[in-house]
């Protein structure tokens, strides 16, 4: 470094004093200015090389986010591998959108967490964020595109500046997994088939016990006014009841009241109704009672719930679901049946094994005005969709593989080839080159003149099922060993036939 600075002092030296001699000799002010710009650079440097050179780093990922290393990604790959497989079944197509959005895009539609929110500093003349879930970038999507129907399925990152919970698999920067239904179809019909695919996808995870909570925002908002919630009112309120899953009724009392400007009658109203979960008997229950017949939101929002109970049962699902009415879902944009699927039982949900409550795991409901938000002729387009929520569906599988003290393959190699003596490197190359080109998923040592036991060891220490063993006296004859890793047996194979054995082997 001090070599580096010197010679660049002596730059900016002799640079200012070309500079100086442009000016006493009248130069053109564009050559003047060309050399200035060139010793204004010069000292850049020079203050650059300083400030690295006093700095020091910390190496640490930013709060809230976390690096994965292969055993991870190989588990968190199976993981997508069999989400994508349930959304496939049903018929979803994929799309994708872009990491950022215009802020205008997303303002205004996820109600108090809009806070939560990433803002990007004008580049190019725009006001940008980042994308808080995948759910407004398809509305802005399909607006934008025309679309009035689709069923899509989108895998990507989303950012939250929120206070991160790594015990709990809550990062800023996360996965999600969506499935949406966007068109105009008969009632729950569409509502149903999401909750059948979380059932599907969370059995094949075998993540647990769970149970997947529905309510329906017409009745919150039915129950509201029947408790008499100012209007006004209703979307704070909400957020105060979708805390319930976290904190117990005394504390999201006391903040209707205190922080939302509830009189605690209507509170205690609330509180009657927001602590009931069942079935359809409790759908029946509240049909019948004084103060919510008198709503017609209310009515509509129970009896949409009871033909989506009576659909879950057809298919199948009913032991999965309960109808919960603490069920709230602060995002501004829910219009009808809102999910939320929970896991019965604590678990470790870390890398340590440490135990913490993993909290939701899926979520999502319908939301018919979305789109209409983004037309300028306000033409709707209903749509219903459900998230997966996989960083903390992983965390719990990662906790759960450590505990156990599996090891998950990281690569898919089926085959290895080794040599047994020196200078056989070209024809390992040759083999698998014809391998390859078989589409057999092989590989093979980076050093000429391998030892055959650190080549085997190798096989055995990263689960590679089959190894093809190279030696002077069988290439004469053509052929080869092929070795099973876990049994050592051996069998001699001709070259000609050696794919088409791996192959048959693979596939037995």
Not at 54 to 79: C, E, H, I, W
Not at 442 to 462: D, G, R, V, W
Request: net charge neutral; glycine share 8%.
């Amino acid at each position: 470094m001090s070599g580096n600075r010197e010679e660049l002092l002596n730059s900016i030296k002799e640079q200012g004093d070309l500079v100086r001699q442009l000016k006493a000799a009248k130069e053109p002010k564009e050559r003047i200015d060309e050399e200035v710009a060139k010793l204004l650079a010069l000292k850049a440097k020079l203050s650059g090389e300083e400030n690295a050179s006093s700095q020091k780093f910390t190496l640490k990922t930013p709060k809230g986010t976390r690096d994965y290393n292969p055993q991870q990604m190989a588990l968190r790959q199976g993981v997508l591998d069999k989400i994508v497989a349930v959304f496939k079944k049903h018929g979803a197509e994929s799309i994708d959108t872009p990491v950022f959005e215009l802020k205008e895009v997303l303002t205004g539609k996820y109600g108090e967490d809009s806070k939560l929110i990433y803002d990007l500093k004008d580049q190019g003349g725009e006001i940008l964020s980042l994308r808080y879930d995948l759910t407004v970038p398809l509305a802005r999507y399909l607006a934008m595109s025309k679309i009035s129907s689709i069923k899509r399925y989108h895998i990507a990152k989303v950012y939250r500046r929120d206070n991160p919970a790594m015990t709990r698999g809550r990062y800023r920067e996360f996965y999600q997994c969506d499935f949406d239904i966007a068109g105009t179809y008969d009632p729950m019909l569409p509502d149903a088939e999401c909750v059948k695919i979380v059932v599907e996808i969370l059995e094949a995870l075998q993540v647990g016990d769970f149970v997947v909570k529905l309510n329906h925002r017409l009745l919150l908002d039915g129950m509201f006014e029947a408790c008499g919630v100012p209007s006004d009112k209703f979307r704070s309120i909400c957020s105060a009841v979708d805390k319930l899953d976290k904190s117990p009724w005394a504390d999201v009392r006391k903040e209707m009241i205190e922080e939302k400007g509830l009189n605690d009658a209507a509170a205690d109203l609330i509180g009657t109704y927001v602590q009931l979960s069942g079935g359809t008997d409790l759908v029946d229950k509240l049909l019948q009672d004084d103060r919510l017949k008198s709503v017609k939101s209310a009515v509509k929002g129970l009896e949409e719930m009871k033909l989506l109970l009576q659909y879950c049962k057809v298919l199948g699902v009913e032991k999965n679901v309960l109808f919960d009415l603490s069920l709230a879902r602060g995002l501004d944009y829910y219009t009808g049946v809102i999910y939320e699927c929970v896991l019965k039982s604590d678990a470790p949900v870390d890398s340590s094994g440490e135990q913490g409550t993993i909290g939701s795991v899926a979520g999502g409901g319908r939301y018919d005005n979305l789109v209409g938000m983004f037309d300028p002729k306000k033409k709707q387009v209903p749509c219903v969709g459900v998230s997966i929520g996989v960083e903390r569906i992983f965390s719990l599988l990662e906790a759960r593989q450590n505990a156990q003290g599996l090891k998950v393959r990281t690569t898919e190699i089926e085959v290895y080839v080794a040599s047994a003596h020196k200078g056989l490197h070209e024809k390992r190359l040759k083999i698998i080159s014809s391998l390859w080109d078989k589409g057999i998923k092989a590989e093979h040592s980076y050093k000429t003149n391998p030892k055959l036991l650190a080549q085997l060891q190798h096989c055995e220490e990263n689960g590679i099922p089959l190894a093809i063993v190279l030696g002077d006296s069988e290439l004469e004859r053509g052929v080869v060993k092929l070795r099973e890793v876990t049994t050592r047996k051996e069998d001699e194979v001709k070259l000609e036939d050696l794919a088409d054995e791996i192959i048959r082997r693979l596939r037995s």
